[in-house]
Structure formats: C-alpha cells, structure tokens
C-alpha cells in the first residue's frame, strides 16, 4: 500500500498467518489468522493499506458444500469486516483503483464469473470492470493457457499499438 508497511506470510505456518511489518523500523505491528483447517493462498491490502483481504482454502472440507473464505480485515483494529464463503477458491483478487471496491474472479481469463464488493463486503450487482484495470498499460505481458485465448506466451505493442507476440515466435517452440 502507500503506507510504509508489508505483510508477509511464510510456507513454515502452512500460509496460516499473514503478518504486518513496518518497513522503516523492521518492527512487527500485528498478524492475522486463519482457524487451522484454512490455508492463505492470497493476501491483498488496499492501496491505502486500511484494509486487507485474506483468501482461504478449506483444507478439510465437504465438497458438498461451500467453505472456501474470503476475510475483509480493518488493519487497524484487527477486526473481521465481512467474511464471505465460496463454493472454490478465488483465483485472483484485486481492489479498484480507487480503493472502494473489490472484484474476485475465477481460475480462468474468460469474461464473467466475477463478483464485486464495496469496501464493507456487500455484493455490487452494477459495476464497471474497467474500474479495475490499472492506470498504466504495461509494456510487457504474459498470457496464460486458457480456453478460448490466443496461445500462451509473452507479448507487447508496436508503435502503432497492435499487439505482437515476443516469445514464443514462429520459430521458437
């Protein structure tokens, strides 16, 4: 976030804990934690670092019935704001530029599945996907196997913005 702090998790917890870490006084201000059955798989902070969005995977579930979880924590208080439950783990989370949404997807690049939510957890039934894209179009980037896409690989844009694949080419398998 703007602020001067990093959260951290490590594997040894079996990505239970995410701590909160001041970068100027490498000093730890708090930690949040999952009950033992969760694993963290993803930890993304608001860009003004007040709250932090946890994404769990039930170890232990029925496959019967929803229990993945995803947790809006105030990082002040420490405080759960909304825990929401998902039937599969979220594959990507991401806040809005403005900080006042978030969007989740799921394990794919295809258009729909997503679900967005105010800062409070509450589900946002109308909502505009470009709130999410980034300011900056990047330079570089990679595309993913994924049904429906172009073949993976790494690609950029040419002076004339069209997009060209670098990597692999025509004569690079």
């Not at 701590?19 to 059955?37: A, E, I, Q």
């Not at 902070?45 to 007040?50: H, M, N, Q, W």
């Not at 232990?60 to 909304?82: E, F, P, Q």
């Amino acid at each position: 976030p703007t602020s001067r702090e990093l959260f951290v998790s490590f594997d040894e917890e079996s990505s239970q804990i995410v701590y909160r870490w001041n970068v100027d006084t490498g000093r730890k201000l708090d930690s949040y934690k999952f009950p033992k059955k969760y694993r963290c798989d993803q930890a993304v902070v608001s860009p003004d670092g007040k709250v932090l969005v946890l994404v769990a995977y039930d170890m232990l579930h029925d496959a019967l019935h929803k229990a993945d979880k995803v947790r809006l924590i105030d990082v002040r208080s420490g405080k759960v704001i909304k825990e929401l439950i998902y039937d599969g783990t979220p594959a990507r989370v991401q806040f809005s530029r403005d900080g006042k949404s978030i969007v989740t997807r799921k394990y794919t690049h295809d258009k729909g599945g997503e679900l967005v939510y105010d800062i409070n957890g509450n589900e946002q039934k109308f909502f505009d996907l470009k709130a999410f894209d980034p300011i900056e179009a990047p330079v570089v980037w990679e595309i993913q196997n994924s049904k429906g896409r172009p073949r993976p690989g790494i690609f950029c844009r040419d002076s004339q913005g069209m997009q060209q694949r670098l990597y692999p080419d025509a004569d690079t398998h």
